[in-house]
């Protein structure tokens, strides 16, 4: 008996590693996303392309469709770009940039060489947009149902890998009605 | 030795003073009750993209955009409460250091508890031991 009570401190101790070590290489970068399955936000926003264009959410209307929180000083947007490019191809949706926290000309200029994946840009140049939609950084990608509704959201590049995972069974189910 | 210690400290506590002022320079306040309001919610919420930090001690871009939005809710005279929920209903309880309780998080909010009762049984065992054994020997 004494011998085993002498062995606790050890035992806890062990466990204390485990636990510990367990929850240090748990993934925590992603937050929870608060806006699944609610309605896109109310925003009044110029678009990129012509600042003398006011979007607001009655603008984001062809459904379903993925909004997609882009910069040019954003290393990872510049990842998922030719993945997006292919996206635009699909006749069953549509892609939307939200241009975040960027200068005007330069994402002009990479659209242009690069080519422009999106249906259109709103230009959210304060993060006014970015708030309302709990974006902490860039990349990010919601995917919006044909209801106008949040249904997934992901923090990072949008890779194939993601697409199928995250995402594309919202296309099926949305198609399936 | 002794004295250089303790100017180094100064120096530093003289720092965090100075660094702990430093929002009161861009973001002014004509009611100090807002201004207080302000500083104490920059100090509670957690700045979302530097997971370590809250909004007063980060620069991260997003973080001062929370801040400028905060600001602005402050000094439209919003509540403590009115400007977490605000940000609660956009970021989650993740940023005001709350995390809920459900089964995902009972081990964040039971384990103390449980390793407080597992310290008092190991206690009271070895209390009890040490209190057979003397008995034993006398």
Redesign the interface.
């Known amino acids: 008996?004494?011998r085993i009570?002498n062995l606790?401190p050890l035992v806890?101790f062990g466990i204390l590693v485990v636990?510990l070590y367990s929850f240090l290489t748990q993934e925590?970068e992603q937050?929870?996303?608060?806006?699944v399955d609610q309605s896109v936000p109310e925003f009044k926003l110029p678009a990129l392309e012509n600042p003398n264009n006011i979007l607001s959410k009655s603008s984001v209307n062809k459904l379903p469709a993925l909004i997609n929180v882009w910069a040019t000083w954003c290393i990872a947007c510049r990842v998922e770009h030719p993945f997006l490019m292919q996206l635009k191809n699909k006749s069953t949706l549509t892609v939307y940039g939200l241009n975040y926290?960027d200068d005007r000309k330069k994402a002009l200029d990479l659209l242009e060489n690069e080519g422009n994946p999106f249906e259109f840009s709103i230009f959210d140049q304060?993060?006014k947009l970015?708030?309302?939609?709990?974006?902490?950084?860039a990349p990010e990608t919601f995917f919006v149902d044909k209801e106008g509704i949040i249904r997934e959201r992901h923090v990072g590049a949008l890779t194939q890998k993601v697409w199928k995972e995250k995402f594309e069974k919202f296309l099926n189910e949305d198609n399936d009605v | 030795m002794f004295k250089k210690f303790f100017s180094l400290m100064l120096i530093t506590i003289i720092y965090s003073l100075v660094s702990a002022n430093e929002p009161k320079v861009i973001y002014p306040f004509e009611d100090s009750v807002h201004e207080e309001r302000f500083l104490s919610l920059l100090n509670e919420l957690r700045c979302?993209?530097c997971?370590g930090s809250n909004l007063a001690g980060s620069n991260a871009?997003?973080a001062n955009?929370?801040k400028r939005?905060v600001y602005k809710l402050v000094k439209s005279g919003k509540t403590e409460e009115e400007v977490k929920t605000y940000l609660?209903?956009?970021?989650?309880?993740?940023i005001v250091y709350d995390p809920p309780f459900r089964p995902d998080t009972y081990?964040l909010w039971l384990g103390p508890f449980f390793i407080f009762l597992?310290t008092l049984f190991?206690i009271l065992?070895?209390l009890l031991?040490r209190f057979s054994n003397s008995k034993g020997n006398q």
């Open positions: 008996m004494k009570l606790m806890v636990v925590n937050l929870e996303s608060v806006l926290k304060q993060g970015a708030i309302d939609l709990g974006v902490y950084g | 979302p993209k997971q871009p997003i955009d929370l939005e609660i209903d956009r970021y989650g309880n993740f081990a597992i190991i065992v070895i031991t």
